[in-house]
């Protein structure tokens, strides 16, 4: 079993930075592919960007690429998503999600097993 924390959520200006990060603890990171979703009010809950189950490549929806880099510690026990130059429209709940082990990187929600409460990020313009 896998439990999942995000944290460093809150209300930043357009153009500034924001830190979040899932911890994990249960079951480790490792062979799972990790991912952030977000979801803004009204709308359906969208990919941002995961880490493959080998840790070795990283993919990024078009709208946060270039602006979110996504990393992991040595041991996979924390994912952090750095979140740069920020515009108003990043404003969402913010979820950390796992797969189960060995399964690639894709970017519909339902295809994800393990989630995290989630951590609101505001951005004001």
């Known amino acids: 079993q896998v439990q999942l924390a995000e944290s460093g959520g809150g209300l930043v200006q357009a153009g500034g930075s924001l830190r979040l990060s899932c911890l994990r603890s249960?079951?480790?990171?490792?062979?799972?592919?990790v991912a952030w979703f977000r979801q803004a009010p009204g709308k359906e809950r969208e990919f941002v960007a995961a880490?493959?189950?080998?840790?070795?490549?990283?993919s990024y929806a078009d709208s946060v690429k270039g602006r979110f880099p996504l990393s992991s510690d040595d041991n996979k026990n924390a994912i952090t998503l750095q979140m740069n130059y920020m515009k108003p429209e990043d404003t969402a709940v913010y979820y950390c999600?796992?797969?189960?082990?060995?399964?690639?990187?894709?970017?519909?929600?339902?295809?994800?097993?393990?989630w995290g409460q989630g951590t609101q990020v505001t951005v004001s313009s």
């Open positions: 999600t796992a797969k189960r082990r060995y399964q690639a990187v894709t970017t519909q929600c339902s295809e994800y097993e393990y």
């Open positions: 249960g079951s480790a990171f490792s062979r799972r592919a």
């Open positions: 880490i493959s189950w080998e840790g070795g490549s990283t």
